[in-house]
């Protein structure tokens, strides 16, 4: 079946400091891949997607490029800033349609410190 | 809009009682999905619908039933909670296409069962 990787959280950082969450993944065909953002107390955001290989989505400073040859989908930033503290996912949907739902890695909760 | 909206935010129920939480969105979205969140696994869906009296499983189906009748509800029902299902439950909806989309999710029910 489908499934999604992600670096094991929790990640700690200054502020200024430059970001990689790590996402690979396993998939049949060619899924859609995406990232979303979970702030505290609410639901899940979309952060950026990118649908076919070496596209990059990019949103807010964060970018990751769709790599089928190594399966990943990393999340950067260049910069990050106390706000972006947040649990992150990294999701992938085989059915373009949206029939099959998302699946998700486990999330990577992100501290940034002042 | 209100987007897609959930009740209630939180409740808590013994083992065996039953109930159903609340899902609707007011977005004219064909496609509506139930997840649930537990610590250290990321987000895992339930049950989809791609329509009014059209819905399906999905990875955990077991101990929740769901119906269509309209566009904009999907309710979900638990009809004899278990400890096991305390969890954060999100609903979330878009449009059905052939292209990726993306979904927007609910706030979430924190349910609890003793």
């Known amino acids: 079946g489908n499934s999604v990787t992600q670096m094991e959280g929790p990640v700690t950082l200054s502020e200024e400091a430059f970001l990689t969450i790590n996402c690979t993944y396993t998939a049949t065909g060619y899924p859609s891949l995406f990232w979303y953002v979970q702030y505290p107390g609410e639901g899940l955001q979309l952060l950026l997607k990118?649908?076919?290989?070496?596209d990059k989505g990019s949103n807010k400073g964060f970018e990751a490029t769709y790599r089928k040859e190594t399966t990943s989908f990393h999340l950067e930033k260049g910069s990050v800033q106390v706000s972006d503290s947040a649990v992150y996912f990294c999701?992938?949907?085989?059915?373009?349609?949206?029939?099959?739902?998302?699946?998700f890695g486990k999330g990577t909760h992100l501290i940034i410190q002042p | 809009n209100a987007g897609v909206t959930q009740t209630p935010k939180f409740q808590v129920l013994k083992t065996g009682q039953s109930m159903t939480l609340q899902c609707a969105q007011d977005?004219?979205?064909?496609?509506m999905s139930w997840y649930r969140q537990d610590p250290g696994m990321g987000l895992r869906l339930i049950h989809y619908s791609v329509g009014a009296g059209i819905t399906d499983q999905g990875e955990v189906p077991n101990g929740y039933n769901v119906s269509r009748s309209t566009t904009e509800d999907f309710p979900l029902r638990l009809l004899s909670a278990a400890p096991s299902q305390t969890s954060v439950y999100f609903c979330a909806s878009s449009l059905y296409s052939t292209e990726s989309y993306e979904q927007y999710f609910g706030p979430g029910t924190r349910l609890t069962v003793t």
């Open positions: 999701a992938l949907s085989y059915s373009g349609g949206g029939a099959d739902g998302l699946t």
């Open positions: 990118a649908t076919k290989a070496d």
């Open positions: 977005m004219n979205h064909e496609y």
